[in-house]
DNA sequence: CTGAAAGCGCTAACAG
DNA sequence: CTGTTAGCGCTTTCAG
């Protein structure tokens, strides 16, 4: 490995300026940068992130903590962290927490010891313990989920999302309309459910039927069992994710059950695949790549410093996209 | 930020015997040993990663650079590394990318920087540069795509696998077969093509209809139309990859083409969705959590130094897997 | 078994 | 503008 030594005796300077001049330092006699910068080209000199880490005592990476990098949502947020990030001149270490307390509680320590510039955490659930990174002095900002206490933070108007799809649901002509939605210490889990009973409040006589399960596919179809077993079995399911809408729809072609005709169905994300099944899907399509385009642009400011100390919150609204899926196609 | 030396002087002891302590350094006194761990505890003590890094010349983490976080056959190649990864002790660091050579460097810059202690890496082409890896003496292994070198590989038999797909076409009934697939400068893309070709070729009589395009849905919907805008269109499309799928069906649907009756279709990628568009998509599926799970083992052997020196190379084989899309409703 | 001391590679004060 | 010096926090010889 060649070191800043190597480059100062090469170039006839001292290590300090082989330094200087590599981090465009102004104050360097141009022509000795010039030489510099040929010796450290010559010898292929890169220089050692951890001993500029260490010196800094910071470093070039953000940390980007996610519930499951399977989830279309999570991708796309990544990719707006990312082009935020890349422009900052930040890298991002994604972190797949993978809905898993105990994984998660790893990676925010993996953040704390390797003394990331932030973290962007969609944390499992309200009480994630963040107190480590508050205590190192990391930056965060929250997305997704909230927390248990006050943080900067990028999240979308769930509750209001939910309500919304239901009340479309209703509309549409669906008698009784079940919701399908994630664990129930998942706060976006709680909040989509408590949209849909908002909606089935409002127009009364309705009955709550909702179940709460993991936020995957095998979720959705456990989820879509239980309720499709019931002898008074719901018309219509609103499902809180995508991935669990797919086990939905395991559990609906398994009981020959017509989409259109004998369930409606709507989901939260507008995944890619949400035209092409069949009948296209109606979502609630949430902005992903906005929550992780802001919230890195927040994290940024806040590296940098030049952030007011105030906690900033960012509300994002999600968007009702009316397919198929949704419809009733023969109305009693 | 509490240290190493702050530990010292509550537990009463030196620096040294903190750090032999919390490292399970097994000759030192087991009273002391624990005087050490609960001075660390009281105090909340994390070790600095990065200082012992510094130190230690290396580091517990792997990068795991894929070519694009929202295909979900490189999520699934994820969830094998860190399964493995986990166990063996070592954190990943998830780089995506993007199927776009400048980051694809700089993720590998940043790797080699910060001293990982391996890599994992989908290369972009064949051509991609990893001799600084070699020099830094960082151990790798290449999946997915092969290297223009000899390295520790996880592959898998593609070609094989798009040779099936389209004889399977064929022998369906279809009577001109097309091939959609990635960037020419993507060897995974011409591999496909050329499997494409070998049935082709097989089989006699048959033209060679094959169009690049990038490895996305938009470039999916591109190639088909360029495909479907001949007058000698094709009646069948073999695919490379999932998202291209997705476009491929979304041109389909502009052109009002039934798949079954018009055009019949097969892909790559078992994606979660496959089975649940109308009608169910025939696919390729290749083992991806295997390869993930298989590179990151032969990956920790390399940092363990507990591999033979000699390169290994692993090929694992596709599934063809026949839902509808791929037969022919009524044949002529 | 424990402590003192050296040093990983880099950058920031401080002189010159 | 450049060099010398000191140390970031840890681990690891080397003595004792």
């Known amino acids: ?41 010559r010898l292929e000199y890169r220089p050692n992130g951890i001993a500029r880490s260490l010196r800094r005592q910071s470093t070039d990476v953000l940390a980007l903590i996610i519930s499951d990098v399977s989830n279309p949502f999570f991708t796309a947020i990544t990719r707006g962290v990312e082009d ?5 001149g930040l890298s991002v270490l994604l972190c ?57 933070s990028v999240m979308v108007h769930s509750r209001e999302g939910a309500r919304g799809a239901t009340n479309h649901l209703i509309d549409a002509g669906w008698k009784r309309p079940a919701c399908v939605t994630g664990p129930s210490d998942a706060t976006t889990a709680c909040e989509r459910r408590d949209g ?31 309720l499709l077993d019931r002898d008074d079995r719901p018309d ?15 559990e609906l ?43 890195a642009q927040l994290l940024v400011e806040r590296v940098r410093k030049t952030a007011p100390d105030a906690v900033r919150r960012i509300t994002l609204s999600t968007t009702l996209i009316v397919r198929d899926s949704s419809r009733r196609l023969s109305p009693v």
Request: hydrophobic residues 45%; proline residues 6%; aromatic residues 6%.
């Open 1 to 41: 490995m060649v070191k800043i030594s190597d480059v100062a005796r090469e170039a006839g300077v001292s290590a300090a300026t082989v330094s200087r001049a590599l981090n465009n330092n102004p104050k360097v006699d141009p022509k000795l940068a010039e030489r510099v910068r040929e010796a450290a080209k």
């Open 236 to 250: 219509a399911i609103f499902v809180a994710n995508a991935q669990m809408a797919l086990g939905v729809l395991a």
């Open 253 to 295: 072609s398994l009981r020959k059950l017509r989409i259109g005709q004998d369930v409606g169905i709507i989901t939260f994300d507008d995944a890619p695949w949400a035209p092409f099944i069949s009948p296209p899907m109606s979502v609630v399509a949430q902005p992903a790549y906005d929550i992780g385009a802001q919230a």
């Open 196 to 226: 849909y009973l908002d909606a089935i409040r409002d127009h009364g006589g309705l009955e709550e039927l909702f179940v709460h399960a993991p936020f995957r596919q095998h979720g959705g179809s456990e989820a879509a069992a239980r």
């Open 84 to 88: 935020v990030a890349q422009k900052a």
């Open 96 to 152: 797949n927490a993978d809905e898993d307390p105990a994984k998660e509680a790893t990676y925010l320590s993996v953040a704390e010891q390797e003394q990331v510039a932030g973290v962007i955490i969609s944390p499992h659930s309200a009480d994630t313990d963040v107190s480590r990174l508050r205590a190192a002095g990391i930056p965060f900002v929250v997305i997704d989920r909230p927390l248990n206490e006050n943080a900067d």
